[in-house]
């Protein structure tokens, strides 16, 4: 009787422990990728002047409004989850040509508060060193009527990881990824143009897991307009203006691969996908090589992950790296 008793004891434990797991997992099973959605925007598709270097600084800030279930319904109003990320970023353009493209390659090492993994809110990290952004190989071309980029990009796990933590600052995950896009132009002065940017993610294990977040692909572009500020003789212009409207869009590609204790079962849950629209301003001062942008994008039709709106501001310096002639 008390062999019984104890065998039924056991397989209530083992059941409630089996749910307790089946809803942690549920609550996180769409993983995040390290692509950050708002880092491009308005001519997305074209790269920087050849023979320039620009140090930058980003802040990014998103700000959840809401948890999304996978009919996108709402299944958590006011989740009080924000995230920033800043950093100081180097981007370097040279004039040296591959397949007739100009080379260039650019690196970011950032600090993140509140960096979200997946769908959990209970997220309280403080700001830490982040996962290192670099990009070894971007080709540009610049042709009459269009621009074209194509690059590959890696994140390397710099950031503290640990799986189940609540105050990771990092992804725990070494991440590949590719991207390519154009940049259109409506008339000979290219003041009028349309971009996209498609990047292709490719995930890696997390730290000390088996857990395989999937592939990721985002779009990001826009429609605008470059204005030229001219000195008051109108001889040259001393500023530029570019401004429109930008959008991205992100699909969970293939599915995330999270191991269950039991059988060797894996969860891989209903994939995630989003989509935002808004508005850019960027500034650029001639004479003192100094830019600044704003970035603003609300978020729609959300999926199995969070929606919310998405904030980007960058202060950036631009040097000369070309020798005089002459």
């Known amino acids: 009787m008390k062999a019984k008793f104890y065998q039924h004891k056991q397989i209530i434990k083992f059941i409630s422990t089996l749910l307790l797991l089946l809803v942690s997992f549920l609550g996180n099973a769409q993983l995040k990728g390290g692509h950050i959605l708002g880092g491009m925007g ?100 610049h042709q009459k009527r269009a621009d074209f980029v194509f690059s590959y990009q890696m994140y390397l796990p710099t950031g503290k990881y640990e799986a189940g933590a609540t105050d990771n600052s990092g992804l725990g995950m070494f991440m590949n990824e590719f991207s390519a896009g154009t940049t259109l132009f409506f008339n000979d002065k290219k003041t009028f143009h349309f971009s996209t940017l498609a990047s292709y993610e490719i995930n890696g294990k997390k730290k000390d897991t088996d857990i395989k977040t999937g592939d990721i692909l985002s779009f990001e ?20 203006i570019n401004a429109g409207l930008i959008y991205y869009l992100q699909y969970k590609v293939t599915s995330d691969k ?25 500034f650029l001062h001639l004479s003192s090589k100094s830019t600044i942008g704003l970035r603003w994008l609300g978020e729609i039709g959300a ?21 005089k002639k002459g």
């Open 42 to 141: 308005l001519q997305s598709g074209t790269q920087s002047p050849e023979n320039t270097l620009a140090v930058y600084v980003p802040g990014y800030f998103y700000s959840a409004s809401s948890l999304r279930n996978s009919d996108g319904n709402i299944s958590v109003a006011n989740p009080n989850l924000d995230m920033f990320i800043t950093g100081v970023g180097v981007s370097w353009v040279s004039d040296f040509k591959i397949l007739g493209a100009t080379y260039g390659a650019s690196a970011l090492f950032a600090f993140a508060s509140n960096k979200i993994e997946g769908n959990n809110v209970n997220v309280d990290g403080s700001l830490a060193f982040t996962d290192t952004y670099i990009v070894p190989l971007q080709l540009g071309w």
């Open 221 to 240: 572009g826009g429609l605008g307009k470059t204005f030229y500020v001219f000195n008051a003789e109108k001889t040259a212009p001393k500023s530029i």
């Open 303 to 323: 999926v199995n992950r969070f929606q919310g709106n998405t904030f980007f501001l960058t202060l950036a310096h631009i040097f000369s790296t070309g020798t």
């Open 258 to 282: 999270i191991p269950l204790p039991i059988g060797g079962l894996v969860w891989e849950g209903d994939k995630d996908r989003v989509a935002a629209l808004g508005a850019e301003v960027n």
